[in-house]
């Protein structure tokens, strides 16, 4: 079984080394692969991923957080995008920052989300690799992130399940 173990690791190398000689890349694998793990890590952009127009939950910041509850559960993402009275992404309010406003005993039929929301916010473009979405939710601990065009003005939003329903997790 030894000589068939080697010769199975000798054929590995030399393949290895007839990729590199001929300048294979792993993204020309990908092409070729495209359902593969690698293919969908190399080739699904946040584009392919994401939510837009009317099923992105978004509200005032001037907007009650239980008026912006009914959004956020219509949507199911897990945030709202919190716009200022321009149409500006000033902010989103999570699942998280309900919480945590509740444990303040904050009012919710009164509070806007102005007052909660969080201001510092991780956001991705739509042009980027969904893999990177994923790395960013790890990195910062979040489940949810919005989508911005390259003037910063919101285009979707993007949640850890639609990265999972696409294969990219």
Do not use: W
Request: glycine residues 8%.
């Amino acid at each position: 079984t030894a000589s068939t173990t080697l010769a199975l690791a000798l054929g590995d190398a030399l393949a290895m080394c007839l990729l590199e000689a001929r300048g294979f890349t792993a993204e020309m694998f990908a092409v070729t692969h495209p359902h593969g793990t690698l293919g969908r890590k190399l080739l699904v952009s946040i584009a392919d991923v994401m939510v837009t127009g009317v099923d992105v939950p978004t509200a005032r910041d001037t907007t009650t957080i239980r008026e912006a509850l009914v959004g956020m559960s219509t949507a199911g993402l897990g945030l709202v995008n919190v716009l200022d009275a321009k149409g500006t992404l000033v902010g989103v309010f999570t699942d998280g920052d309900l919480r945590r406003a509740l444990d303040r005993d904050i009012d919710i039929k009164r509070e806007s989300l102005g007052a909660v929301m969080s201001r510092q916010f991780v956001t991705v473009k739509a042009s980027q690799l969904a893999v990177e979405a994923v790395e960013l939710m790890e990195h910062y601990k979040i489940s949810a992130m919005p989508v911005v065009n390259d003037a910063g003005s919101l285009v979707g939003a993007l949640n850890m399940r639609l990265l999972l329903q696409a294969g990219v997790v």
